[in-house]
Antibody
Framework: QVQLVESGGGVVQPGKSLRLSCAASGFTFSSDGMHWVRQAPGKGLEWVAVISYDGSYKSYADSVKGRFTISRDNSKNTLYLQMNSLRAEDTAVYYC?????????????WGQGTLVTVSS | QSALTQPASLSGSPGQSITISCTGTSSDLGNYKLVSWYQQHPGKAPKLMIYEDIKRPSGVSYRFSGSKSGNTASLTISGLQAEDEADYYCCSFAGFSTNVVFGGGTKLTVL
């Protein structure tokens, strides 16, 4: 079954860290670029970060640059998002998304999302 | 404030056609053939409806079509059905500095 499954969300205090995971199955994970996209409660979609198929290229939204790190382990078919120095405005559902055309925004497969709540 | 501008809401009756606009700049939407459109039902993950401005993925209804002129892209839904009621987002590549920008989303109501 072709799918992405996120995990690792939860409630965390401001300033703390959290690591999200995205497990891929049913397709050749090592061939595709991957993104993280988030959605604050009741708000629109916001792109967070991208990583190329082999991990050699990474890029971040200005809102998370220097605090978040995207990575992948192709041997484990898993994408990660390390989130440090979390702020209240990082509260959102975080989706991982597969990019079937490289690292440009063409997301043909999305996970179900994992909720991150930053609150004291 | 989103980088791409969409109408906040639109409505239409079953059987009608509607068009959702998405306006960007010559630095993003107008400079690349990389506009995509996503449909999102409440509580669900987004679904790809159009990519590379005008292409429709397999499995997406022919009633959905994309177009672009200058700095404005459009998603047209013909023969509106109740199941089309959802939020729609446009998205574009914006160069390797900014990378990806989304529109603010359009809530489509089928009357």
């Amino acid at each position: 079954q072709v799918q992405l499954v996120e995990s690792g969300g939860g409630v965390v205090q401001p300033g703390k860290s959290l690591r999200l995971s995205c497990a891929a199955s049913g397709f050749t994970f090592s061939s595709d670029g991957m993104h993280w996209v988030r959605q604050a409660p009741g708000k629109g979609l916001e792109w967070v970060a991208v990583i190329s198929y082999d991990g050699s290229y990474k890029s971040y939204a200005d809102s998370v640059k220097g605090r978040f790190t995207i990575s992948r382990d192709n041997s484990k078919n898993t994408l990660y998002l390390q989130m440090n120095s979390l702020r209240a405005e990082d509260t959102a559902v975080y989706y991982c998304a597969k990019d079937f055309l490289g690292t440009t925004p063409n997301f043909d497969l999305w996970g179900q999302g994992t909720l991150v709540t930053v609150s004291s | 404030q989103s980088a791409l501008t969409q109408p906040a809401s639109l409505s239409g009756s079953p059987g009608q056609s509607i068009t959702i606009s998405c306006t960007g700049t010559s630095s993003d939407l107008g400079n690349y053939k990389l506009v995509s459109w996503y449909q999102q039902h409440p509580g669900k993950a987004p679904k790809l409806m159009i990519y590379e401005d005008i292409k429709r993925p397999s499995g997406v209804s022919y009633r959905f079509s994309g177009s672009k002129s200058g700095n404005t892209a459009s998603l047209t839904i013909s023969g509106l059905q109740a199941e089309d009621e959802a939020d729609y987002y446009c998205c574009s590549f914006a160069g390797f500095s900014t990378n990806v920008v989304f529109g603010g989303g359009t809530k489509l109501t089928v009357l």
